[in-house]
C-alpha cells in the first residue's frame, strides 16, 4: 500500500488496482478490470507513488494454463491518479 496526496493504494492479483480517497473507509477498482493478455493476467505485487496523481504498479503476468509457470514482468503508470494506465517497457524480458 501507498499514500500519494490524500488517496491509498492498494494492488493485488487479477489486475486488482484500488483507490482510497478516504483514509480506507471506501475503495474504488482502478485498475483494469479483469484484464488478459493472451493466456496471461497481470498480478500486481508493488505500488508507489511519485507525487499526487503520479502513481506506479508493478507484477507479472501469470499464466492461466498450470503448464506454463513462468510470469513475464509487468510495469504500469497512471499520471492521473488511476483513470488511465499506460505499460512502461523497461527493456529485459526475463520472468520476474
Given at each position: 500500500?501507498?499514500?500519494a496526496?490524500?488517496?491509498?493504494y492498494?494492488?493485488?492479483g487479477?489486475a486488482?488496482?484500488?483507490?482510497?480517497?478516504?483514509?480506507g473507509?471506501?475503495?474504488?477498482?482502478?485498475?483494469?478490470?479483469q484484464?488478459?493478455?493472451?493466456?496471461?493476467?497481470?498480478a500486481?505485487l508493488?505500488?508507489?507513488?511519485?507525487?499526487?496523481?503520479?502513481?506506479w504498479?508493478?507484477?507479472?503476468?501469470?499464466?492461466?494454463?498450470?503448464?506454463?509457470?513462468?510470469?513475464?514482468?509487468?510495469?504500469?503508470?497512471?499520471?492521473?491518479?488511476g483513470?488511465s494506465?499506460?505499460?512502461?517497457t523497461?527493456?529485459?524480458?526475463?520472468?520476474v
Amino acid at each position: 500500500m501507498t499514500s500519494a496526496g490524500s488517496d491509498l493504494y492498494l494492488v493485488g492479483g487479477h489486475a486488482v488496482i484500488l483507490r482510497s480517497p478516504d483514509d480506507g473507509t471506501t475503495w474504488t477498482n482502478v485498475g483494469m478490470g479483469q484484464m488478459v493478455l493472451g493466456s496471461r493476467f497481470p498480478a500486481f505485487l508493488a505500488v508507489t507513488a511519485g507525487a499526487e496523481d503520479d502513481v506506479w504498479v508493478g507484477g507479472e503476468l501469470q499464466a492461466s494454463a498450470a503448464a506454463d509457470t513462468r510470469g513475464q514482468g509487468i510495469l504500469l503508470h497512471s499520471n492521473d491518479a488511476g483513470q488511465s494506465w499506460q505499460p512502461v517497457t523497461v527493456g529485459d524480458s526475463n520472468p520476474v
